[in-house]
């Protein structure tokens, strides 16, 4: 995968706007449960906030309990990447699968979009992560920062940045916790 470096520059700047916006606990292990976070994607939204119909139909897709809702957002060719843990898929099955098995793994996944930029085709999300993994002693919730590009309707590229590390300790799991297999 080749990312463009002011994409890149972007996405960071983003994930140290959130954790900044989020404050120091962020950064710890026990910071920022998902009652801390708001667990609906726009309930903490000021009155007002514009949010695209893309980030809208997006943030309730991951909020929902139907796979295929989230794949059915991209184009026949999309691809969704998750940069926690360094994963590509490619095309609405392997997303609705992926969303499938992100299900199956964390209780009350969810994301709660704080803010949204849009450049053209281009649409920066800042928020928060969540969930409870299973078997985890805590739950979650990191920054979160998302770069999706569009053709206007669909999403043809996902790109989720947030700290694997971060939802390990404060899920209460050592780092090198790896799922079950399925």
């Not at 667990?39 to 695209?52: C, K, L």
């Not at 119909?53 to 969704?80: I, K, Q, R």
């Not at 969303?99 to 800042?126: F, M, P, Q, W, Y």
């Given at each position: 995968?080749?990312?463009?470096?002011?994409?890149?520059?972007?996405?960071?700047?983003?994930?140290?706007?959130?954790?900044?916006a989020l404050g120091p606990t962020a950064l710890g292990p026990t910071?920022?449960?998902?009652?801390?976070?708001?667990?609906?994607?726009?309930?903490?939204?000021?009155?007002?906030?514009?949010?695209?119909?893309?980030?809208?139909?997006?943030?309730?897709?991951?909020?929902?309990?139907?796979?295929?809702?989230?794949?059915?957002?991209?184009?026949?060719?999309?691809?969704?990447?998750?940069?926690?843990?360094?994963?590509?898929?490619?095309?609405?099955?392997?997303?609705?699968?992926?969303?499938?098995?992100?299900?199956?793994?964390?209780?009350?996944?969810?994301?709660?979009?704080?803010?949204?930029?849009?450049?053209?085709?281009?649409?920066?999300?800042?928020?928060?992560?969540?969930?409870?993994?299973?078997?985890?002693?805590?739950?979650?919730?990191?920054?979160?920062a998302t770069l999706l590009d569009t053709d206007g309707r669909r999403?043809?590229?996902?790109?989720?940045?947030?700290?694997?590390?971060?939802?390990?300790?404060?899920?209460?799991?050592?780092?090198?916790?790896?799922?079950?297999?399925?």
């Amino acid at each position: 995968m080749r990312l463009h470096p002011t994409r890149f520059a972007a996405a960071v700047i983003c994930t140290v706007a959130a954790v900044t916006a989020l404050g120091p606990t962020a950064l710890g292990p026990t910071a920022l449960g998902p009652t801390a976070l708001g667990t609906a994607a726009f309930a903490a939204q000021p009155a007002g906030r514009h949010v695209s119909e893309v980030v809208a139909d997006w943030s309730a897709a991951w909020n929902g309990t139907e796979p295929a809702v989230l794949g059915a957002l991209f184009t026949p060719d999309g691809t969704y990447t998750d940069q926690g843990i360094g994963v590509t898929f490619h095309g609405r099955q392997e997303i609705a699968g992926w969303k499938a098995r992100t299900d199956s793994l964390i209780d009350n996944v969810h994301v709660t979009v704080h803010a949204t930029h849009r450049d053209g085709c281009h649409i920066t999300v800042e928020g928060a992560y969540a969930g409870h993994i299973k078997g985890a002693p805590r739950p979650f919730a990191v920054p979160l920062a998302t770069l999706l590009d569009t053709d206007g309707r669909r999403i043809t590229a996902d790109q989720d940045f947030y700290s694997l590390n971060a939802v390990l300790a404060q899920s209460g799991l050592p780092a090198d916790w790896t799922p079950p297999a399925h």
